[in-house]
């Protein structure tokens, strides 16, 4: 199948051999499951699909990253511990990927299941002089990285604003390189729960380190394919690499995909800014098929501002194919040619749904009522998650 990587900024045909082995940046459990979570998965879930119809073993990776700075202040705030608040996000999270009906990944690791992993890597890089000491805090030191900063071609004057963005400390004095990261915090606020008794002393792994770490452990490296949203480029992602290079000698993956925002009001959904819709509204008005369908409208390297009015084109479609019973064979086996084609040709879901459209036109004629037929259809619908 056809993808853009976002490394080479060109389109390449995804072939693995027999297996493929993918890890896709989840969910912070604390503002769980708004449509840009949903549409960045319905690319990994289409991707999957075709993949598995091919005959190919997917071993998708989609961790949850329950260790992070947000949570504890959006916990502290709602006045609850940090635990209880990621555990009810994850539940309500699970319950609206199984409502969607997405497949299941291969394993959906929590970052605070990994933390010894986190720390041993952490010391490693220490004693390979990757990494120094802030104080008690410790910081990746990019200067020994090659190239770092440089992976997806941003533009340099971009990086430091990106780093402050997202949760990076660009003026921290005694830093080697503005751009150096954290990689563990030491904690020592008795009233702080987040925190681990490990041998770097009490404290949490920062958040690049944690995806490095769980890829490795559960898929080795290289893997074939790694990605999310696109807001992730850097500094994450360009780091995890960094991170990988430094403990491995390897690149972390072959390739990288990654998932353009959906917009309100112009602007990226994102908890910060507040601008979110949450598919658990979504669905107690419209099915899981109808929100796939509207999220089909947009292409994942473009994303766009989000209309509500497409879950009523979506919706109508739907009830249509929901309620086709007989079948013109010649219509139905070139709706499977299609779907097929459409996915490879690098996910274009806007030619998925003028197929669909064009099904519907052309299934009037010469029509036969059969289960056998009927089964066919289903099977072809679940090429696309329907």
């Known amino acids: 199948m056809k993808l853009y990587d976002s490394h080479t900024e060109t389109i390449f045909d ?33 991707i999957s699909r075709l993949l598995i119809y091919r005959g190919l073993e997917v071993k ?97 004057e971009l990086l430091v604003k990106l780093l402050k963005k997202r949760g990076g ?12 990261f954290l990689l563990w915090r030491n904690i020592d606020d008795p009233n702080d729960s987040a925190k681990w008794q490990t041998p770097l ?33 850097f500094p994450h992602h360009e780091s995890e690499i ?25 602007e990226k959904m994102s908890k910060s800014l507040g601008n979110l819709v949450f598919a658990e509204d979504i669905l107690k008005q419209y099915k899981a098929q109808t929100l796939k369908l509207a999220l089909m409208k947009y292409d994942y390297q473009v994303g766009g501002e989000w209309v509500h009015g497409y879950l009523d084109q979506a919706k109508i479609l739907w009830d249509k194919l929901d309620h086709v019973s007989k079948f013109n064979r010649d219509n139905l086996e070139q709706l499977k040619f299609n779907l097929i084609k459409d996915l490879e ?26 289960e056998e037929l009927n089964k066919i259809y289903r099977q072809t619908l679940s090429l696309i998650g329907l």
Not at 24 to 40: K, N
Not at 169 to 180: A, Q
């Open 242 to 266: 960094a991170q990988t290079r430094a403990l491995h000698g390897n690149n972390l993956s072959k390739h990288w995909v990654h998932v353009a925002p959906l917009l309100l009001y112009g």
């Open 60 to 156: 998708l990776v989609r961790n949850i990253t329950d260790v992070d700075e947000p949570i504890y202040v959006r916990a502290q705030e709602m006045g609850l511990d940090y635990r209880e608040l990621a555990r009810n996000q994850i539940d309500k999270f699970d319950l609206i990927m199984d409502k969607l009906g997405f497949l299941k990944p291969y394993q959906e690791p929590l970052a605070s299941s990994y933390i010894h992993q986190m720390a041993d890597n952490v010391a490693s890089l220490v004693r390979t002089k990757y990494a120094y000491y802030v104080g008690e805090d410790i910081y990746f030191d990019i200067g020994k990285i090659q190239n770092y900063g440089k992976y997806f071609n941003l533009p340099p």
């Open 345 to 370: 040709d690098n996910l274009n879901t806007c030619q998925i749904l003028n197929d669909l459209n064009y099904f519907l036109l052309n299934n009037d004629k010469k029509f036969e009522k059969s």
């Open 201 to 233: 002393g009490l404290g949490r792994p920062g958040w690049h380190i944690e995806c490095s770490v769980m890829t490795q452990e559960i898929l080795g490296s290289p893997i074939d394919l790694h990605g999310g949203g696109n807001d992730l480029l």
């Open 169 to 180: 400390n660009p003026e921290l004095s005694l830093k080697h390189n503005k751009l150096d």
């Open 14 to 46: 995804f072939k693995p051999k027999k297996e493929a082995k993918i890890y896709v940046c989840g969910i912070t459990p604390y503002d769980a499951a708004h449509l840009g979570h949903i549409f960045t998965f319905l690319v990994y879930d289409l």
